[in-house]
């Protein structure tokens, strides 16, 4: 009787067990599924991590499954395909395949960063770095068309340096070799993404001389897009998932590098709690992260100046049609409480 009892109270738990599966603990509703893309694993994306390891996400409705792309143009792949909902990457993306008369193009709704993340690493240490330095240097480089090479290059122009004719950039290399190449010798300079600028300077193979990003001044870098379609059929999916990012932003924007590292220190299980603050205290301190998500016309046209100078926009495309603002300002009124 005794194994009876036993095994029916087993079967009742198991029961009430499986009665929340799926479901929020809030409001009890099953959770919407969003695969979202992102082009890149990086601390320099710290909102979006906090976000999930908090669980913004969660909390409003959403199950975000986060696959990286590796690249821009196969997180765009990604999104136009309907591979991802969503794509995390340089809104730069979005105007080329706007440009290039893609139907149901690819909208603009959340930006995330308003620096760029890269670093200009040296093989010697520098007491007082010169853009002039890079004179005669040989470099390694971005991807052309890419956002980092794109702001580089932007960067040497402010420093009336000829990025064609006054230094040796290599770009034939893939997006996350470039640290490896730099360790083999390759380059007097190098720019890095993190953690491969510190990862560098820990093993003595190079110095960080120059942030991109205070050199650069603001720039939109990275936003989070969404197909025209989707976001017409899927308000309710993109207004949450704005939300949550919103969140994200608040808690970097109030909160110290030290207790950022540890939140999203299970995103970077590789890097340790050291390295990992010392790269968040980076990107606190150059104002890297924006305080709500409003992607601002002037952002957008600075942008394009930023295409134009590097010679792979031909003709403009309209703000309106590539950027929605709606769930930003949403987002940013339930912070403000205006």
């Known amino acids: 009787m005794k194994k009876k009892l036993f095994s029916f109270s087993l079967v009742l738990l198991l029961l009430a067990a499986c009665a929340g599966c799926g ?48 690249g821009a143009d196969k997180t765009m792949t990604a999104v136009l395909t309907g591979e991802a909902d969503i794509g995390f990457m340089g809104s730069e993306s979005t105007i080329y395949t706007y440009a290039g008369g893609t139907q149901d193009y690819v909208v603009n709704f959340a930006q995330l960063t308003q620096r760029a993340g890269n ?34 290059e932007y960067i040497l122009k402010k420093n009336n340096i000829d990025p ?58 990275t936003a989070f897009s969404a197909k025209k379609s989707f976001i017409e059929e899927n308000p309710e999916i993109i207004q949450a998932f704005t939300d949550a990012l919103q969140k994200g932003m608040d808690y970097v924007n109030t909160h110290t590098p030290e207790e950022i590292a540890k939140v999203i220190g299970p995103q970077f299980a590789e890097t340790d709690m050291d390295t990992l603050t010392t790269i968040v ?58």
């Not at 004719?165 to 640290?179: H, P, V, Y």
């Not at 305080?291 to 309106?320: G, H, W």
């Not at 049609?321 to 949403?330: C, Q």
Request: proline share 3%; aromatic share 12%.
């Open 119 to 152: 670093f200009l690493v040296s093989r010697e240490p520098v007491d007082q770095f010169s853009w002039e330095m890079l004179k005669g240097a040989r470099v390694l480089g971005g991807r052309a068309g890419g956002m980092p090479e794109m702001v580089f």
């Open 23 to 70: 479901k929020q603990e809030s409001g009890g509703s099953e959770a919407k599924k969003v695969t979202l893309n992102e082009v890149a694993h990086s601390i320099f994306y710290a909102p979006m991590y906090v976000a999930i390891e908090e669980g913004y996400f969660a909390e409003e409705g959403l199950d975000v499954e986060l696959v990286t792309g590796f």
């Open 281 to 338: 205290t980076r990107y606190y301190e150059q104002d890297t992260w924006k305080e709500n998500l409003i992607f601002e016309e002037d952002a957008f046209t600075l942008l394009q100046n930023i295409l134009e100078e590097s010679n792979v926009l031909e003709k403009r495309v309209p703000y309106e049609e590539l950027v929605t603002t709606e769930f930003a300002e949403k987002s940013a009124e339930k912070t403000t409480g205006k």
């Open 164 to 221: 064609e004719k006054d230094l040796s950039i290599d770009q034939s290399i893939d997006f996350g070799s470039t640290a490896a190449a730099f360790s083999g010798g390759q380059g007097e300079f190098t720019v890095e993404f993190e953690p491969h600028a510190t990862a560098l300077e820990k093993k003595g193979d190079g110095y960080v001389v120059a942030s991109l990003g205070e050199e650069s001044g603001y720039v939109p870098y």
